[in-house]
């Protein structure tokens, strides 16, 4: 028999007296591990074990989240994708799924993108219309048509980084 497995015989009947002194209903978990070394970790899980209340449980002797562990950057990155597939309308998840409610923020912020760049599309051409009704019908003020192109210049400068999103 390896160290390995005596170990893991050894653990459980000691998890087993344990267990012969906990409250009703209590559950017992042995984690053992190496930092830097996620192979040579150990768990051992009572029967019934709620994964889940063994986080809560550790969170409510100190746990925080602003700690750093892979888990709270691997949920990060998850909860960062599904708002930038909101944002993008792409890849919707199923009702009921966790990361609905962050793919319906990034739905809402490409919404409103859309909302404001057609707006100041829209503002864009109107202003260009006018500074072309000005630049023909002649006698109007120059710094009337110099600031309209400066602005036209700026909005066209801020739509450049917004290409269309996909449609709906």
Known sequence: M???Q???????????????????????ALVIYTPSQPERDIVIEDQGLDRDEVVSAIRRRGLSIDGDNAY???LCDRIAGAMALGYQNTNHPP????????????RAEGEMRQELTAALQLT?????????????????????VNDAQAAMKVADEV???YPPLNPA
């Open 72 to 74: 709270k950057r691997d």
């Open 124 to 144: 864009r051409e109107n202003l260009r219309a006018c500074q072309a009704t000005i630049h023909y019908a002649g006698g109007f003020d120059p710094a009337y």
């Open 2 to 4: 390896s160290a390995v």
């Open 95 to 106: 009702e009921g799924h966790w990361a609905k409610r962050f793919w319906d923020m990034g």
């Open 159 to 161: 739509l450049a980084k």
């Open 6 to 28: 005596r170990f893991h015989e050894a653990a459980n009947d000691a998890l087993v007296k344990l267990s012969e002194h906990c409250l009703p209903g209590a559950k017992l």
